[in-house]
């Protein structure tokens, strides 16, 4: 069996054994270590690795993401290549998410835990779930009754520590999803559990583990203020997409891959967390996982609209996660419609030359100082360090300020300028030329895919509601993605008409905000439930005239 030798910048040098012929990319992606918005198929050039004992064939993909330097030092995209033969190699160093967005919005109720203990006639606890009896203990336990609310995303996951008799908040812990070594999106990942050999329990077995570590993080965070066990753990409430949800549970979400794209249950999904799922938690413990609108309209939507108590507002409000897919419902005087638009991972950082997610060092937020040949490029970074990349809303202000000054036609072309070079027969505008940061042309193009899918989201939905944009009265953004991001960036990079940039809010982790007031009241699940039935989704790609409105949506 080939050995390879990995000198990994966080954790020193390894050696590993490799089945021959095994792809590079797979063989590190099952050891957590690298990982490719693409899922390795060599489009993305995200899993770049440095060869050092051997000359890798060079495929020409390859010369698109590296220069001549880097290539003769022996960099390569690690999908391309096979292990055939002993090989050391050197990894990138590993992207952090510094700031995982935890907390969100959470509007006022009524706590009345779905979970609750009570004594028998023997001085023993009953537990239990609404007006039933689930399980016994010995003796009095009353006192210790814990929950956790969670937010299982697609890039991230949170978990809180929740003391169901008080509603605190005793700790939150939040991790990278681990599925993200199969791709970045729902798409990509729903592919994989298909044409893969037990790939939906392998994407499974991934988020479990996740979640594993992360409840044995909190219990070790819980050691010496209150002695926490796996016990003491009785209800766990999750927001999350579909795909997430199928793949958590283990149901082969293939029906969400092929028309007429549909979940393969309806309503929220009750596991135990012990029995079924192999959670450290106890043998009585209830998952209770938000129902979701459609496969694409997931229940971290209907619980962002239970957070923010949009299904009782008399205002007109439009809710909008942007992340790999952009998820929009917009209410009018109690009716509701929904859309999801492939915004594409291009706003997490992802899929793009200089790309990353937000964390320290990346480039949030971008400014072109001056006017026409003497326009100069001023940068804020994450942490104050040194530059390493753009993230998602650092590339949107890029974009928005090249835009605005007109070095970018509405058609997505980089003009002629002083900051923009021709590398290789191509464009690119530069950002950072001492750190090696620029914006290609093709970029760009990632840019207006996203532009064109979420513009084009929210002119259907205004169609639908047959309301104009100036009627809107609140724009809610929620996520991770809002955490950097300038209302200004939204409007002048065309993701949002200029008309709402005055009335944009953002909300945080309203998934995990919905998932603690499910955690924490009977009646917000029913509440919750009743959301998810009532709003009326809209598949935009069976829309007359959808791709044209599509296609104008991508003019700046």
């Known amino acids: 069996m080939p050995q390879v030798v990995i000198n990994d910048f966080h954790d020193g040098v390894n050696s590993y054994k490799s089945d021959m012929n095994t792809n590079l990319y797979q063989f590190l992606a099952d050891l957590n270590l690298i990982d490719a918005p693409c899922g390795g198929v060599g489009c993305c050039g995200k899993c770049k690795v ?15 993401f590296f220069t001549e330097k880097e290539l003769s030092q022996g960099w390569r995209l690690a999908c391309l290549h096979g292990v055939e033969t002993d090989i050391t190699l050197e990894l ?37 779930a609404g007006d039933e009896v689930i399980g016994q203990e010995q003796g009095d ?12 995303g697609t890039t991230t996951v949170v978990a809180s520590l929740i003391d169901l008799l008080t509603g605190q908040e005793l700790t939150s812990i939040s991790c990278l999803n681990g599925q993200k070594n199969f791709g970045q999106d729902v798409i990509t990942r729903i592919n994989y559990a298909m044409t893969q050999t037990k790939g939906t329990l392998i994407l499974q077995k991934t988020i479990l583990q996740d979640l594993r570590n992360l409840i044995e993080g909190i219990l070790t965070q819980c050691r010496g203020n209150y002695p926490l066990t796996p016990h003491d753990i009785y209800d766990i409430s999750i927001g999350a997409n579909a795909t997430m949800i199928h793949l958590l549970a283990g149901i082969d979400p293939s029906s969400m891959g092929k028309s007429p794209y549909a979940t393969a249950f309806s309503g929220p999904l009750v596991m135990n967390g012990s029995k079924d ?24 939507i209907t619980a962002g609209i239970l957070a923010c108590g949009i299904h009782d507002a008399s205002k007109n409000v439009l809710f909008i996660d942007i992340g790999t897919n952009g998820e929009m419902v917009l209410s009018k005087n109690g009716k509701f419609y929904a859309c999801s638009c492939a915004a594409g991972p291009a706003l997490e950082g992802m899929n793009i030359s200089c790309g990353v997610r937000a964390a320290k060092g990346a480039i949030e937020d971008v400014q072109l100082v001056g006017v026409g040949k003497d326009i100069a490029v001023k940068v804020s970074v994450i942490g104050e360090a040194k530059p390493t990349g753009l993230c998602g809303s650092g590339l949107l202000s890029a974009v928005a300020e090249l835009a605005r000054t007109g070095i970018l036609h509405k058609s997505g072309r980089l003009l ?12 690119r505008f530069i950002i950072d030329q001492d750190n090696e940061i620029y914006l290609t042309q093709q970029d760009i193009r990632q840019v207006q895919l996203a532009k064109g899918a979420i513009l084009s989201g929210i002119q259907t939905m205004a169609q639908a509601n047959e309301m104009t944009f100036s009627e809107i009265d609140q724009v809610m953004v929620a996520g991770q993605f809002g955490a950097h991001l300038k209302a200004e960036s939204l409007t002048g990079a065309g993701l949002f008409p200029q008309e709402l940039e005055n009335v944009i809010t953002y909300v945080g982790n309203t998934s995990k905000s919905g998932a603690y007031l499910c955690l924490l009241s009977s009646e917000e699940r029913e509440a919750a439930e009743k959301i998810a039935k009532k709003i009326s989704y809209i598949e935009l790609s069976h829309l007359d005239g959808y791709d044209s409105l599509f296609v104008k949506g991508m003019e700046f």
């Open 50 to 64: 440095r060869i050092l004992n051997q000359d890798f064939t060079l495929h020409n993909t390859e010369k698109e």
């Open 416 to 427: 002629e300028h002083p900051l923009v070079e021709r590398v290789a027969g191509k464009k």
């Open 92 to 128: 990138s160093p590993k992207e952090v998410i510094s700031e995982i967005v935890s907390d969100g919005y959470l509007r006022d109720f009524v706590k009345k835990p779905h979970i609750s203990k009570t004594l028998d006639q023997n001085g023993n606890t009953l537990l239990m």
């Open 277 to 300: 799922l192999k959670l450290p938690v106890s043998e009585h413990c209830l998952v209770y996982c938000l129902p979701a609108v459609s496969a694409f309209v997931g229940g971290d």
């Open 141 to 152: 336990t009353r006192n210790r009754l814990f929950g956790l609310a969670m937010d299982i």
